[in-house]
């Protein structure tokens, strides 16, 4: 299975911030690369697909990069709706494997 | 609007069986993939099974290999998840997932296996 390590497991950032997550593939995954945002109780949304996305009606402050096996999310002008988990996830093959979280909270 | 609405869930005993369905709104189901994916209280996510449009790819996890059926009706817009021999540790919210990413997910259904 391939693992997925994300970078830092949590953060504190003040709001207009901007805050980068990385997230690395035990092997190559091309572009097969997404990112998930989940808030308490809810079910994870789908923010950043193929690496570089971006998933119909999210913001334009979310932004992804990367291939192979090394991959970023960023957040421009952090807001306080944006203070959640964010998730990477492989889609290259299965099984699909998710990072660990990346808990974003408020300094 | 896409909408994906799972039921079934509840509490079950170790060994015990139930069947999750999902039922789904909003776009052409019969030519999307759809997947069960699994979330244990204060853990990420878990992937469980996925099942191609015509149901001839079915993927499972190692974890549910051999006790859980993946299902789809695609004239009822409708997917379906057995599950038998359960076990304390597929306690867990199951969340219906669209596609081939993920892009849509349910709400989710709550899974309780104890005794």
Known sequence: ?107 | EVQLVESGGGLVKPGGSLRLSCAASGFSFSIYSMNWVRQAPGKGPEWVSSISSSSTYIYYADSVKGRFTISRDNAKNSLYLQMNSLRAEDTAMYYCVRGTWGDYWGQGTLVTVSS
């Open chain 1, 1 to 107: 299975d391939i693992q997925m390590t994300q970078s830092p497991s949590s953060l504190s950032a003040s709001v207009g911030d901007r805050v980068t997550i990385t997230c690395r593939a035990s092997q190559g995954i091309s572009n097969y690369l997404a990112w998930f945002q989940q808030k308490p109780g809810k079910a994870p949304k789908s923010l950043i697909y193929a690496a570089s996305s971006l998933q119909s009606g999210v913001p334009s402050k979310f932004s992804g990069s990367g291939s192979g096996t090394d991959f970023t999310l960023t957040i421009s002008g952090l807001q306080p709706e944006d203070f959640a988990t964010y998730y990477c996830q492989q889609y290259n093959n299965y099984p699909w494997t998710f990072g660990q979280g990346t808990k974003v909270e408020i300094k």
